[in-house]
């Protein structure tokens, strides 16, 4: 049974970090693109970033580049999202999520994790 478990959420003032992490477990990790997606109340789920299997090639939205870096830890199959200058519009549901392939879009994703809760405040 394949699980990815986030955890790093929490409450954090505009322009302060957060390090969001997700063990996946139940697959071979290194044959799986990981990705971040978020979800604010009333808005779909959209993608935040992405990185390759190997770890050497990431993709990210333009609205985090220059804020966020995603990185993975194969060895412990785990994927990061480092989040730094937070805003206040980053509050959102963020959830990890794997694929076989490389893709942005969340319907192309094979497994996802429960979610982690991330607010910044004004």
């Known amino acids: 049974q394949v699980q990815l478990v986030e955890s790093g959420g929490g409450l954090v003032q505009a322009g302060g970090s957060l390090r969001l992490s997700c063990v996946a477990s139940?697959?071979?990790?290194?044959?799986?693109?990981m990705g971040w997606f978020r979800q604010a109340p009333g808005k779909e789920r959209e993608f935040v970033a992405a990185?390759?299997?190997?770890?050497?090639?990431?993709m990210s939205a333009d609205f985090v580049k220059g804020r966020f870096t995603i990185s993975r830890d194969n060895a412990k199959n785990t994927v990061s999202l480092q989040m730094n200058s937070l805003k206040p519009e980053d509050t959102a549901v963020y959830y990890c999520?794997?694929?076989?392939?490389?893709?942005?879009?969340?319907?192309?994703?094979?497994?996802w994790g429960q979610g982690t809760q991330v607010t910044v405040s004004s």
């Open positions: 999520a794997g694929a076989a392939g490389w893709y942005r879009e969340s319907v192309s994703y094979d497994y």
């Open positions: 139940g697959l071979t990790f290194s044959s799986y693109a």
């Open positions: 990185v390759w299997r190997g770890g050497g090639i990431t």
